[in-house]
């Protein structure tokens, strides 16, 4: 791979829905270069940017994945992302590594859930979008139906048709450009004179395009008005500047059909007038404990400011870091300091990615995309600054876990090794969490649904771990609903020094946590054996005492009791303290509380019923509804044992096109007709 100056790179995200054809485009611009003698197709597992085992079981993207391509003395950096709303985590990181967002559409169905979101992140990063209406040789493709949608779900944004498609359907044979005026038949190697048919509707696109470069620019518009004409780098330029510009939010439209190879060329060349290099990205960073932006432009002899937005980790490859160059650059075998952690890492090589394919350079200048191995304390998120430099550059805010699995290791030697490697793994994928649940005493693994959970585990495995996995328990928590009092006097003589200690108190529920209070008065039991009263009750609440959930909202009052001058032992009021709360505890009318979540569900409008319908069967409590445009949000309250698994069925009910977020609200009542067959479980796990 040759080396790139800064002004001759592009980086661009490809994202969209799944399915919507973005690995397949990435073939299609593999191969109209040269890089590839065939192009690889979902059905022959044979993808450049899907090269993951488990990728080719599934059909689906999994990663985003790096695939160089030199075109034109360009570098164009792809960043294929998944569409599967799973990997959100994936997609935000490789938009903020871009310098432009290719949306891919798919011509037959559509705007979708995932093009939505990907739109929605790019909004967020004030990154220029470019629209690609894909698949456009299906049958009952629709190219202006799709525009429209878009038009209609993203009003306010500004789209201009840059390539109208020749024909559709089965009927699709190339594209014609607005700015030249000519067809492009094919994959657009070669320019041909525009059919008849199409002069009037490509002439009215022509000044459609012209217009809106002119709104970009004082000087444009000037010209404009005065000779009613621009020229193509003119037109290129504005349109640059319109895609940049918050208030304008222009949309450059193209069209192809990726897996028959027609109009690749067009968009590739588009790729690079359409999209601004590198040096122009302005992005957000932290000076300290301050925020700011780094301005542009961007040169190698500026502070380095290399951000890390992907971890893979390997069995046998070992640990890849893929960075971007916000500035300065990066050489091999030089040494470069991780801000977040502190350490110096050197860079014994670098690589430019092709898929899975390493292409080795020595040099990657500012403003380029690239990967190094074997770093010994990076992680994604990470930022590489020269050693005096306190810059990181901001990550994207990632949404929440949603689904969650209790996880045991397989065998007593991957005991050892699944704390390290779900650490690992979690480093590398800013979605992914896990954890000891002391109130279960579970380890829970907790991603954004059963496929990301799925792939992670897998990954485990291939990194030689053998995990298993459960349905998690939930947090109950057990608690009291009015006062009691109990007595317990524990007495033991076996020979010698015996053992006693009476205790008398009273509980009673409390706002929150648990509180302890004594008011012992005459000395019926010294301080000392108070404190062991105090800690017998204590070492009840981690277990509970009705169904074996931690205890709280609970105060005890211990207010008598009598001790021996020569049996009292701290053991002894311990036990007396710990079985008189048990008995005050199950006379105060005891219930379960549970986790309730506040839930957001977005769903399109004609779906509106059945997801009320369902929320009602899972206890929900609606709070209120909104629409967005085509789409519906619903707020909830759901106890979170309705929930563990709401992700597939929101996705069976959707067929993929809703969406959830949850958070934790609070704890409340357990129904008592679910409480009693909680209990009732309990009680058969203990007598087996």
Not at 485 to 497: D, L
Not at 681 to 687: F, I, K, S, T
Request: glycine share 8%; charged share 25%.
């Amino acid at each position: 791979m040759n080396e790139y100056r800064t002004e001759d790179i592009r980086n661009v995200a490809l994202v969209g829905h799944q399915s919507c054809g973005k690995t397949s485009l990435v073939e299609a611009f593999l191969y109209s270069t040269g890089a590839t003698t065939r192009m690889g197709h979902i059905s022959e597992s044979n993808m450049v940017s899907d090269w993951d085992d488990e990728e080719k079981e599934r059909g689906l993207s999994l990663s985003t994945s790096l695939a160089a391509i030199e075109f034109n003395d360009v570098k164009i950096n792809v960043l294929d992302t998944p569409g599967f709303t799973d990997f959100q985590g994936e997609l935000k990181n490789a938009i903020l590594a871009a310098d432009a967002v290719i949306v891919v559409v798919d011509a037959v169905a559509g705007v979708e859930v995932g093009t939505e979101l990907a739109w929605e992140y790019a909004r967020i990063c004030e990154q220029p979008i470019i629209a690609v209406i894909n698949k456009m040789d299906r049958e009952n493709a629709d190219y202006e139906n799709v525009l429209d949608q878009m038009r209609g779900q993203f009003d306010d944004y500004k789209f201009i048709p840059v390539m109208l498609p020749i024909g559709q359907q089965a009927g699709f044979k190339g594209v014609a450009n607005a700015l030249t005026q000519k067809a492009y038949l094919g994959d657009g190697a070669e320019r041909s004179d525009l059919p008849a048919e199409y002069a009037d509707s490509l002439e009215e696109a022509n000044m459609e395009l012209m217009e809106a470069a002119a709104e970009a620019d004082d000087e444009l518009l000037e010209k404009y008005f005065e000779e009613e004409t621009l020229s193509f780098d003119e037109i290129r330029d504005g349109m640059r500047k319109a895609s940049r510009s918050p208030e304008l939010k222009t949309v450059p439209v193209f069209t192809v059909s990726a897996t028959e190879n027609i109009g690749t060329i067009p968009l590739m060349e588009a790729l690079v007038a359409y999209t601004t290099p590198p040096r122009e990205r302005r992005v957000n960073i932290a000076r300290g404990e301050d925020a700011d932006v780094l301005q542009a432009p961007h040169a190698d002899g500026d502070p380095l400011v290399a951000y890390v937005f992907k971890t893979l980790n390997d069995r046998f490859v070992g640990t890849l870091n893929y960075f971007r160059i916000f500035s300065g650059a990066i050489s091999s075998d030089g040494r470069y300091t991780n801000a977040n952690s502190g350490e110096v890492e050197r860079f014994n090589s670098l690589f430019v990615m092709r898929g899975k394919e390493q292409l080795p350079v020595k040099t990657l200048h500012a403003g380029d995309i690239g990967v190094v191995a074997k770093l010994t304390d990076t992680k994604t998120g990470d930022t590489f600054v020269d050693d005096n430099s306190n810059v990181r550059v901001i990550a994207p805010e990632f949404p929440a876990p949603l689904y969650m699995l209790a996880v045991t290791p397989r065998t007593q030697a991957d005991s050892a090794k699944m704390g390290p490697t779900l650490g690992n793994l979690c480093d590398a994928d800013p979605t992914l969490r896990w954890r000891q649940d002391r109130d279960t005493r579970q380890t829970v693994l907790e991603g954004m649904g059963q496929i990301h959970l799925d792939v992670t585990l897998k990954r485990a495995e291939s990194l030689g771990v053998g995990i298993d996995t459960d349905m998690p328990k939930v947090p109950y928590r057990e608690t009291i609903t009015s006062d009691a009092e109990s007595s317990y006097t524990h007495k033991k003589q076996t020979g010698g020094a015996g053992q006693y200690g009476r205790v008398d108190l009273k509980v009673e529920p409390a706002p929150e946590g648990f509180e302890f209070e004594s008011s012992v008065f005459g000395g019926a039991i010294s301080q000392q054996f108070v404190a062991s009263t105090e800690k017998g009750i204590r070492a009840v609440l981690p277990d509970g005492v009705i169904a074996g959930y931690p205890v709280e909202r609970v105060k005890v009052n211990v207010f008598d009791g009598k001790e021996h001058p020569v049996d009292s032992k701290d053991i002894a009021f311990q036990i007396a303290g710990r079985e008189a709360f048990r008995e005050a505890f199950r006379k105060a009318k005891p219930v379960l509380l549970e986790p309730i979540m506040d839930v957001n569900i977005t769903v399109p409008e004609s779906m509106m019923g059945d997801i009320m319908g369902d929320l009602n069967t899972r206890r929900g409590r609606v709070q209120g509804m909104d629409t967005i445009g085509i789409k519906s949000v619903v707020t909830a309250e759901v106890p979170l044992a309705e929930m563990l698994r709401y992700g597939n069925d929101l996705r069976s009910m959707t067929g993929g096109r809703g969406i959830y977020t949850m958070d934790f609200n609070r704890y409340d009542r357990v129904p008592s007709h679910i409480q009693d067959e909680l209990i009732r479980e309990v009680e058969l796990e203990a007598a087996q």
